[in-house]
């Protein structure tokens, strides 16, 4: 079994900072690109960021500049660092996995609860 756990979240004010953690456990042979997604309220699932096992990163163009992802790989464990929020980052988070498990090729994509983060003054 392979489970992602989210950390982190809360509520914040208007160009504040909030990182979330995002740890893989269990049977993990490895571990490829980990990203960030976000659903608001009556919206659909959007990419937030994204990074691969080299640490190659993407991230949509409504956070750029603001947000980064970064990844421990000893920990498997993904992080998102979210600076000068705004209220329109309002969302449940998610957290999302490619990995395969140990001692078999399968290579699943996994995710995690989903962790709620509010932006509001």
């Known amino acids: 079994q392979v489970q992602l756990v989210e950390s982190g979240g809360g509520f914040m004010q208007p160009g504040g900072s909030l990182r979330l953690s995002c740890a893989a456990s269990?049977?993990?042979?490895?571990?490829?690109?980990m990203g960030w997604y976000r659903q608001a309220p009556g919206k659909q699932r959007e990419l937030v960021a994204r990074?691969?096992?080299?640490?190659?990163?993407t991230y949509a163009d409504s956070v750029k500049g603001r947000f980064t992802i970064s990844r421990d790989n000893a920990k498997n464990t993904a992080y998102l660092q979210m600076n000068s929020l705004k209220p329109e980052d309002t969302a449940v988070y998610y957290c999302?996995?490619?990995?395969?498990?140990?001692?078999?090729?399968?290579?699943?994509?996994?995710w995690g609860q989903g962790t709620q983060v509010t932006v509001s003054s």
């Open positions: 999302n996995a490619g990995i395969r498990v140990h001692y078999t090729d399968y290579v699943g994509r996994y």
């Open positions: 269990g049977s993990i042979g490895s571990i490829n690109a």
């Open positions: 990074i691969t096992s080299d640490g190659t990163t």
